[in-house]
């Protein structure tokens, strides 16, 4: 299996425009979460999914911020409009947790700038 | 409220020395707590994990050690080599709730050779 995919690697848009971030789960796995690391508050979890149906959002910062699932295999995360106090590495993380696994798979992340 | 800590952002060791990294956490209902690593421009890579009902887990040169009363963790990496060197993150969860982690903010560990 390829791993968690996630595009683009590297996001660079001023402020105001719309920002779109992509995920592709590992196949078969049925949590997917989205995390943002910043050096102030690391690694903090944003929403997570289980077989594609948002369970908790409670971190999510804003209405500015929002995430979809619309398939097993597939997530986005979009932040519109943007601002510079976004830019952060965005991940993104899937789990089996059906089979009882407790560790969950990042991808390498988005590194986003709102300048 | 930062329910996980890690109070050393960073750590040198010569290698082959031991690298000792510690997490502490707040939330009694924690029951299983995992290791990460991480490398620059890559995602967290799952390290070890150990769960509640036991204090210690062995995986090669990386151990975990718990200890409940004290709400504490800890990584020990015996020998250290220079490819250990990465930001650490522990995580602490809840299984019979949602399983979400709950991340430090990470220790850097650097091996010297």
């Known amino acids: 299996d390829a791993g968690v995919i996630q595009s683009p690697r590297h996001e660079v848009t001023e402020m105001g425009q719309e920002v779109t971030l992509r995920c592709k789960p590992i196949s078969g796995h049925d949590y997917l979460f989205w995390y943002r690391q910043t050096m102030m508050r690391g690694l903090e979890l944003l929403i997570y999914f289980n077989n594609n149906v948002p369970i908790d959002d409670s971190g999510m910062p804003e209405d500015r911020f929002s995430a979809k699932m619309p398939n097993a295999s597939f997530s986005t995360l979009k932040i519109q409009p943007s601002e510079p106090r976004d830019s952060a590495v965005y991940f993104c993380?899937?789990?089996?947790?059906?089979?009882?696994?407790?560790?969950?798979?990042f991808g390498q992340g988005t590194r986003l700038t709102v300048v | 409220d930062q329910q996980v800590k890690q109070n050393s952002p960073s750590l040198s060791v010569q290698e082959g020395r031991i690298s000792i990294l510690n997490c502490d956490y707040t939330n009694s209902m924690f029951d299983y707590f995992l290791w990460y690593k991480k490398y620059p421009a890559e995602g967290p890579t799952f390290l070890i994990s150990?769960?509640?009902?036991?204090d210690k887990n062995e995986d090669g040169r990386f151990t975990v050690f718990l200890n409940k009363s004290a709400k504490h963790l800890s990584l020990h990496i015996v020998p250290s080599q220079p490819g250990d060197s990465a930001v650490y993150f522990c995580?602490?969860?809840?299984?019979?709730?949602?399983?979400?982690?709950?991340f430090g903010k990470g220790t850097l560990l650097t091996v010297n050779p």
């Open positions: 150990i769960s509640s009902i036991k």
């Open positions: 995580a602490a969860g809840v299984k019979g709730s949602n399983y979400k982690l709950t």
């Open positions: 993380a899937s789990r089996a947790h059906y089979r009882g696994d407790t560790e969950a798979f």
